[in-house]
T-cell receptor, first 112, second 110 residues
Framework: DGGITQSPKYLFRKEGQNVTLSCEQN?????MYWYRQDPGQGLRLIYY???????QKGDIAEGYSVSREKKESFPLTVTSAQKNPTAFYLC???????????FGEGSWLTVV | QKEVEQDPGPLSVPEGAIVSLNCTYS??????FMWYRQYSRKGPELLMY????GNKEDGRFTAQVDKSSKYISLFIRDSQPSDSATYLC??????????FGTGTSLTVIP
């Protein structure tokens, strides 16, 4: 089935460690996105990529990094510089002609 | 002013009721409008999308867009306990950018 696969579903990190969240899509979409969702705050854009080997910062990029080496993959690294990383992270994708955006099932990151 | 405003609720209705969920927006250039359903601890699932003004119906769900008022609605008829979720509205801006409401939490009581 076509869709967006995020892994892991749940991740625990010690303070000071970097972690990488995986996002793979088989929808043949050009654009991919990472959002952070906190209770009562809605979705906040971290990074997005319109094409392979290119990406742009969103509203809350500090403490995060991404890469886009393949069309299907858009991993997100949460670095130790991110002050409050405990959150629900959502990966999404959209066709170049846009109109709609589709989401993965999300990854829960907890800093312990 | 936020691009998209959505009442967070929570909204609680008895089973079988008609539910009305609403969003307002400020950018008159928005052309595509979406509604998502998000169950607890899951990713948002696309329910419906509409282009420009008008109504679109899919089973118990009707999406309505009024561009003159910059107002969109989602109606759920014969609501079921399984409809209990958070509903997000979204709009597409230029350059593959999407703008989301903060979500309305809905509980349908059996």
């Amino acid at each position: 089935d076509g869709g967006i696969t995020q892994s892991p579903k749940y991740l625990f990190r010690k303070e000071g460690q970097n972690v990488t969240l995986s996002c793979e899509q088989n929808l043949n979409h050009d654009a991919m996105y990472w959002y952070r969702q906190d209770p009562g705050q809605g979705l906040r854009l971290i990074y997005y990529s319109q094409i392979v080997n290119d990406f742009q910062k969103g509203d809350i990029a500090e403490g995060y990094s991404v890469s886009r080496e393949k069309k299907e993959s858009f991993p997100l690294t949460v670095t130790s510089a991110q002050k409050n990383p405990t959150a629900f992270y959502l990966c999404a994708s959209s066709a170049r002609t846009g109109n709609t955006i589709y989401f993965g099932e999300g990854s829960w990151l907890t800093v312990v | 002013q936020k691009e998209v405003e959505q009442d967070p609720g929570p909204l609680s209705v008895p089973e079988g009721a008609i539910v009305s969920l609403n969003c307002t927006y400020s950018n008159s250039a928005f052309q595509y409008f979406m509604w998502y359903r998000q169950y607890s601890r899951k990713g948002p699932e696309l329910l419906m999308y509409t282009y420009s003004s008008g109504n679109k119906e899919d089973g118990r769900f009707t999406a309505q867009v009024d561009k003159s008022s910059k107002y969109i609605s989602l109606f759920i008829r014969d609501s079921q306990p399984s409809d209990s979720a958070t509903y997000l509205c979204a709009m597409e801006g230029s350059g593959n950018q999407f703008y989301f409401g903060t979500g309305t939490s809905l509980t349908v009581i059996p």
